[in-house]
């Protein structure tokens, strides 16, 4: 059965409750962030490719998520303040949610059931892991980033290790903007 990622609920990193719909007809980065994480600057990146590619329809939704090693362990208005004035992330964020286990937030339900396999840089412990695995896989850190379609299907799982300048994540987000 397909869950419509756009009815889901969300609430912005402010509280305000919102779905997905208010991004429909566009093409949707959706990633796991974490403040303390060593991925953590691929804030500036994920900013650049909202930068570039927004006017073509592209958004990149960040969901701060505290899964693992406990990386993102400040409030929501902590996060946002973080986000805002070290890197200067004007995409849109989201509150804090489980990305993992119990308690997980339907939105990464979703994607975990619906969403492809992996893909990852080569030489890569989280792709390595994966390939050995074929089955259904949990998030694997911070910065997992799934691709969705303007129609809402979800058409690109990237690896945290694979950083948002990879031309693989590129060429990827190009062809679902068209």
């Given at each position: 059965m397909t869950t419509d990622l756009f009815s889901i609920p969300v609430k912005r990193i402010d509280g305000t409750p919102s779905t997905l719909g208010a991004f429909k007809g566009k093409v949707l980065l959706i990633v796991n962030v974490a403040s303390e994480c060593g991925l953590t600057p691929q804030y500036d990146g994920l900013e650049k490719l909202y930068e570039k590619y927004n006017a073509q329809g592209l958004a990149v939704l960040g969901?701060?998520?505290?899964?693992?090693?406990?990386?993102?362990?400040?409030?929501?208005?902590?996060?946002?303040?973080?986000?805002?004035?070290?890197?200067?992330?004007?995409?849109?964020m989201f509150e804090k949610i489980v990305v993992k286990g119990p308690g997980i937030h339907p939105l990464y339900e979703t994607l975990i059931?619906?969403?492809?396999?992996?893909?990852?840089?080569?030489?890569?412990?989280?792709g390595a892991k994966a390939d050995a695995n074929p089955g259904k896989q949990d998030i694997h850190w911070n910065f997992e980033k799934f691709l969705v379609s303007r129609d809402g299907k979800i058409v690109g799982r990237f690896s945290p290790d694979m950083t948002p300048e990879d031309p693989t994540l590129v060429k990827a987000i190009e062809t679902a903007l068209g």
């Open positions: 969901f701060p998520a505290n899964e693992f090693g406990a990386q993102e362990p400040g409030s929501n208005e902590q996060i946002h303040e973080f986000c805002r004035g070290t890197f200067g992330v004007k995409f849109p059931a619906e969403g492809p396999r992996v893909k990852a840089p080569e030489g890569s412990k989280i």
